[in-house]
C-alpha cells in the first residue's frame, strides 16, 4: 500500500511508541500487509520493560520479567516487517492526507497514525523534586533499587505502581516508609496484602511530603499530615515517586483530550481527526493494562487497515 511522496517515503502506518499498544499494533498491521515505521524514544516494551515481573498477562503463569516481555514484543513485531527508529517525537501535522511525523531524527510521512506514546511520571511538584531527581530521587525501582542496598528509602503513592515498586525494593533497601495522602492504599488487594506484611516496610498514612532536602544529594523528606496538619522531618537515602501518571501528548496539535491530557477516542480507537487513532495507557480508558494496551493496538491497526481501503 505505500508509495512515493516526491522524494520522501509514505508509511502505511506511523506508530508513535514502541510499547505493548504500539507493537501490537505493528503485529496486525504488519500481518496486513502495511509497510509500518515505530517510533520509539526509549525501549521496547515501554513502560513495562523497566518492571520487574509481569504477573498478570495470561499466559504465563509464572509471570515474566518487563524487559524479557519487552523484547519478546519487539521480535514479534518486527518479524512482520515493521521498521523501528529510536528518535522523540516533536511534533506531528495531521492536517492533510499524508501526515507529517517531526522527530529528532527527521521527518516521516505516514497515511495513518496509531498514538501509543503512554504516559510518564507524575510529579508532585513541591521544592526539591527537580534539583534532587536522580541524585536520590528516582522514579524506576528496577533501574535503580540496586543503589540503595541497604540503605533507607521511601516510596510515595498508594496505588499499584507505589506498592508493587516498593514490594520489589525491599530486596535491596533495609527499611522502607510508604507514605501516603490517605490513610488506605488505592492498590488492589493482592498486592496491599503482601505489603502489609512485609516486615521491612512501615507506613506513614494521611501524610504528604512537601519538600526534598539534601545538598549533593537527598538527605530529607519535610512532610505534612493532612489531618492534624503536623509536620515533620524524615531521613532517607532515597525517594521513589509513584504518584500517578500522565499522558505523553507534548506533541499534539488539535486532537480532542479530556481534562487530563488524555486522548478522547471512539471504542475503535479513532480519534477527532479521521486516520489517527490513539491505544494504550494514552486515551482515556477505564484499565490502563498491559493486555488492554495490546488489545487497543489490535483493534487501531485494523480500523487503520480499514480505513485505508
Ligand atoms: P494511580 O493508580 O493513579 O495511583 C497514584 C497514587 O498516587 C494514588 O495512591 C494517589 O493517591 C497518589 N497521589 C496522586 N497525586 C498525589 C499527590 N499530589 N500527592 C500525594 N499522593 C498523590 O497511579 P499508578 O499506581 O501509577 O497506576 C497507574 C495505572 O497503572 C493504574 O491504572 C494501575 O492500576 C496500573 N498499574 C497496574 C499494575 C499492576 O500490577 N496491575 C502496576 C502498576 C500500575 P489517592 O489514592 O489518594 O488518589
Redesign the pocket.
Known amino acids: 500500500m505505500s508509495s512515493g511522496k516526491g522524494q520522501e517515503k509514505v508509511y502505511d502506518m506511523i506508530i508513535l511508541g514502541g510499547g505493548p499498544a504500539g507493537l501490537t499494533a505493528a503485529i496486525y498491521g504488519g500481518r496486513a500487509n502495511l509497510e509500518i515505521l515505530i517510533v520509539e524514544h526509549m525501549m521496547s516494551g515501554g513502560e513495562i520493560a523497566s518492571?520487574d515481573k509481569l504477573?498478570?498477562y495470561p499466559g504465563f503463569p509464572e509471570g515474566i520479567t518487563g524487559s524479557e516481555f519487552g523484547q519478546l514484543l519487539e521480535q514479534h513485531a518486527l518479524r512482520f516487517g515493521a521498521e523501528m527508529i529510536s528518535a522523540s517525537i516533536d511534533v506531528i501535522d495531521t492536517g492533510g492526507e499524508i501526515k507529517k511525523v517531526s522527530t529528532s531524527k527527521g521527518d516521516y510521512y505516514g497515511r495513518t497514525i496509531v498514538i501509543a506514546t503512554g504516559t510518564a511520571p507524575?510529579l508532585?511538584?513541591v521544592p526539591g523534586e527537580e534539583t534532587l531527581r536522580g541524585k536520590g530521587i528516582s522514579f524506576c525501582a528496577t533501574c535503580d533499587g540496586f543503589f540503595f542496598r541497604d540503605k533507607k528509602i521511601a516510596v510515595?503513592?498508594?496505588?499499584?505502581?507505589?506498592v508493587?515498586e516498593a514490594i520489589y525494593l525491599t530486596r535491596f533497601a533495609s527499611e522502607i516508609v510508604l507514605i501516603?495522602?490517605?490513610n488506605k492504599?488505592?492498590?488492589?488487594p493482592a498486592?496491599q496484602n503482601q505489603i502489609l506484611q512485609n516486615p521491612k516496610v512501615s507506613f506513614l498514612w494521611d501524610t504528604?511530603v512537601t519538600e526534598f532536602r539534601g545538598d549533593q544529594a537527598l538527605t530529607t523528606l519535610a512532610t505534612k499530615n493532612l489531618k492534624d496538619s503536623t509536620v515533620g522531618e524524615l531521613y532517607v537515602d532515597g525517594a521513589f515517586l509513584?504518584?500517578?501518571?500522565i499522558p505523553n501528548t507534548g506533541f499534539l496539535k488539535g486532537l480532542e483530550v479530556d481534562g487530563q491530557g488524555y486522548i478522547i477516542t471512539s471504542e475503535e480507537m479513532e480519534t477527532s481527526i479521521p486516520g489517527v487513532f490513539a491505544a494504550g495507557?494514552v486515551r482515556r480508558k477505564y484499565?490502563?493494562?498491559v493486555i488492554t494496551a495490546a488489545s487497543d493496538g489490535a483493534i487501531a491497526a485494523m480500523m487503520a487497515v480499514r480505513y485505508l481501503e
Do not use: C, E, F
Open positions: 518492571t504477573d498478570n507524575g508532585l511538584g510515595i503513592g498508594g496505588g499499584d505502581s507505589a508493587k501516603h495522602r490517605r492504599l488505592r492498590a488492589v498486592l504528604v509513584y504518584v500517578g501518571r495507557d484499565l490502563r493494562q
